[in-house]
Every structure is written in structure tokens, then in C-alpha cells.
């Protein structure tokens, strides 16, 4: 079955950094776009960034442009996502995502807390 599991989340100050990663098995990562989600507490879930295979091709929401980069090493079935100059707004529960078959699956998520 797919399980998707992150690890990377903590608590660290604005300005500073954090690189979340998710562990993918169950499905041929090789032939699936990746995403990073994330909700903040009393909001939606957002679509942080994604990540094509096999030609790596990226999208970012516009709030985590030029700061965030998502990539993906397909020989280790791993997509990271890598967060600089963070700010107290992305503050949230990030989530690991593949759709396949029309069927979202979701890992458990990782917090990020960025304190001011």
C-alpha cells in the first residue's frame, strides 16, 4: 500500500531554515508528480509546491516563491522540500502528497513552527 512518511519539521526563528523530507513506498515514485501541502491551525489545507517525474518540473505557491525548492531523488524514492528565510506565517502541519488513480494519499505531516 502507499505510505508517504515525513520527517524534517521542529521549531527554529524566522529567517532560518528547515528541510523537510518524505519517504515514499508503495507505488512507482519514478512515474508520479510529488507535493508538499501544508494547513495552518483554522485554515485550509494549500498546495505549497509540487514536482514532476521524470523532468523535475516545479510549481510553488506564490507565498513560498524564491524561498522554498522542492526536488525529488528518485533513486532513493524521497521528495524534500527546502525552506529558507521562513516567517511566522508558515507556521503549519506540512504534508507529503501523490495522487494516483484519482486517490489522494497523505502522510502523517511534520510541524513547522517559525517563531517571530
Known amino acids: 500500500q502507499v505510505q508517504l512518511v515525513e520527517s524534517g519539521g521542529g521549531l527554529v526563528q524566522a529567517g532560518g531554515s528547515l528541510r523537510l523530507s518524505c519517504a515514499a513506498s508503495?507505488?512507482?515514485?519514478?512515474?508520479?508528480?510529488m507535493n508538499w501541502y501544508r494547513q495552518a491551525p483554522g485554515k485550509e489545507r494549500e498546495l505549497v509546491a509540487s514536482?514532476?517525474?521524470?523532468?523535475?518540473?516545479?510549481n510553488y505557491a506564490d507565498s513560498v516563491k524564491g524561498r522554498f525548492t522542492i526536488s525529488r531523488d528518485n533513486a532513493k524514492n524521497t521528495v524534500y522540500l527546502q525552506m529558507n528565510s521562513l516567517k511566522p506565517e508558515d507556521t503549519a502541519v506540512y504534508y507529503c502528497?501523490?495522487?494516483?488513480?484519482?486517490?489522494?494519499?497523505w502522510g502523517q505531516g511534520t510541524q513547522v513552527t517559525v517563531s517571530s
Open positions: 502528497n501523490v495522487k494516483r488513480y484519482d486517490i489522494d494519499y
Open positions: 508503495g507505488f512507482p515514485f519514478t512515474d508520479y508528480a
Open positions: 514536482i514532476t517525474s521524470p523532468r523535475r518540473r516545479t
